[in-house]
């Protein structure tokens, strides 16, 4: 399947990746969407399928969810970290904490498409 999301696409909804880094960022997303639908089901998925467009909006939420995180440092196993006035928090302390919150956020971006199950 080719791309689902394009550079135009993305860019009239979203600014947070730049399009030097989008097509990384796209294919980073379109794995993670495609490990909570499964790899049955997502084989087919076309433009006609019910749900597409929501689709499109929930891979354009996890290119800018994986990027905020990244930048953020989540999933680093910081807890918290002060030095002389400056601190940092963060809830998601390990990596498969981030993975869950993220599949947990795309059941819920694609709920109602029939495209990951009963969600």
Do not use: P
């Amino acid at each position: 399947m080719s791309q689902i999301v394009n550079w135009e696409y993305y860019s009239s909804l979203h600014d947070i990746v730049n399009e030097n880094d989008f097509e990384k960022a796209e294919i980073r997303a379109e794995k993670e969407v495609c490990q909570v639908i499964g790899h049955i089901r997502w084989a087919t998925i076309t433009t006609d399928t019910f749900g597409y467009s929501q689709l499109q909006d929930c891979i354009c939420n996890v290119i800018d969810k994986m990027s905020a995180d990244k930048k953020s440092g989540k999933g680093k196993g910081v807890s918290s970290v002060s030095n002389d006035g400056y601190s940092e928090s963060y809830v998601v302390q390990t990596e498969e904490q981030l993975r869950y919150e993220l599949q947990s956020s795309i059941r819920a971006w694609l709920s109602g498409t029939g495209l990951v199950g009963a969600y």
